[in-house]
Nanobody
Framework: QVQLVESGGGSVQSGGSLRLSCAASGSILNIYNMGWYRQTPGKQRELAASSGSGGTTNYLPSVMGRFTISRDNAKNTVYLQMNSLKPEDTAVYYC???????????????WGQGTQVTVSS
């Protein structure tokens, strides 16, 4: 089970940019998937973006073309570059990592502490 520390949130105006970072306590080479959920009070959480160990990426349709997820395996860190931010992007963003549990053939999900992103109009 890795420890995840995320940072980079803040307050910006519409059209601004932020870069979120999610740093793992160990190697991410064998982690299946890492990504970011976002949560707004009163709404269901959304998977904003994810990245597989093989380089595959997936995005929420509403952020497609504006958000980019990337991995730096040497730094054990995943980044979420967010451009052209909109008020609808306001949420707490939670980083996650899915890693294998060999003894049970299962997958364990670790979570970061969350970082607030606020976009004003």
């Amino acid at each position: 089970q890795v420890q995840l520390v995320e940072s980079g949130g803040g307050s910006v105006q519409s059209g601004g940019s932020l870069r979120l970072s999610c740093a793992a306590s160990g190697s991410i080479l064998n982690i299946y998937n890492m990504g970011w959920y976002r949560q707004t009070p009163g709404k269901q959480r959304e998977l904003a973006a994810s990245s597989g160990s093989g380089g595959t990426t997936n995005y929420l349709p509403s952020v497609m073309g504006r958000f980019t997820i990337s991995r730096d395996n040497a730094k054990n860190t995943v980044y979420l570059q967010m451009n052209s931010l909109k008020p609808e992007d306001t949420a707490v963003y939670y980083c996650y990592a899915d890693e294998p549990v060999a003894s049970t053939k299962d997958v364990f999900r670790s979570w970061g502490q969350g970082t607030q992103v606020t976009v004003s109009s």
